[in-house]
């Protein structure tokens, strides 16, 4: 009688491992960066470089290729994350005088909020106040000088005054608590993690923020000794978003 002979079945070759593509120096210099924004949106801005790397797959030693020092690559993120961001158009918009000042005010924080406080923003942001203030210093500065000064000649324009004498402590601080309320729905979403009314898919919807420019143009008399009367809004309330 024949014997059966079960032979093993062949298995096929294993599949060789799609080789890397080789990256360019720009490349690789680009997804470092990108990982240093996460990573520090993460961990902070003493998160240590090493660990860095282990989450990039990458030595300590290429890292250091493309950055030889840690703060070179913070402001490699400070100028792709803050400074980049920041839009020749939004001063065009604060410049434009055929705007109201509510509707530019509106319109403009409206912009803001919508490009600039994102989650790697805002955390990164936090994390320098936290650590040398680097970043938030560097920051404060360009605001300084293309938006905080348009803030007070609009303020000013407002009440029907004239631009010219230095802005007041207590009229910067109004200003300051302007610019820390849209601030601070980031932090609430990025940092606190809350949601605010309103949809989740915009969490900087127009009428929120208009309703903080209202609460500080109507503040404004106060701030300057002309009562507690705000000046005659040119256009009706249900038209601010038009």
Do not use: C
């Not at 990458?58 to 490699?76: G, N, V």
């Not at 949809?199 to 923020?209: A, C, G, L």
Request: proline content about 6%.
């Amino acid at each position: 009688m024949a014997t059966s002979i079960r032979k093993n079945p062949v298995k096929p070759p294993a599949e060789a491992a799609a080789p890397r593509r080789r990256l360019s120096p720009a490349e690789r210099e680009r997804l470092i960066v990108e990982g240093a924004v996460r990573f520090f949106s993460e961990h902070g801005l003493d998160g240590q470089l090493r660990d860095l790397a282990r989450e990039l797959d990458i030595t300590h030693t290429l890292l250091y290729h493309y950055f030889p020092t840690k703060q070179a690559l913070i402001e490699r993120v400070y100028a792709d994350l803050f400074a980049a961001r920041w839009e020749r158009e939004w001063e065009e918009l604060l410049d434009d005088k055929s705007l109201d000042v509510e509707t530019k005010l509106t319109r403009f924080y409206t912009k803001y909020a919508k490009r600039i406080l994102e989650r790697d923003w805002v955390r990164v942001f936090v994390f320098s106040g936290l650590s040398d203030r680097y970043i938030t210093d560097r920051y404060f500065a360009l605001l300084g000088e293309k938006l905080f000064p348009r803030l007070v000649r609009e303020s000013r324009r407002y009440l029907g005054l004239p631009n010219r004498a230095k802005p007041t402590p207590r009229e910067m601080e109004l200003l300051m608590g302007l610019h820390g309320s849209i601030f601070y729905m980031g932090m609430r979403r990025w940092v606190y993690g809350l949601e605010k009314p309103g949809s989740k898919s915009d969490p900087f919807d127009e009428v929120f923020v208009h309703d903080r420019v209202l609460g500080y143009l109507q503040t404004l008399p106060e701030v300057f000794g002309q009562g507690s009367q705000p000046r005659a809004r040119s256009r009706a309330p249900e038209l601010a978003l038009a």
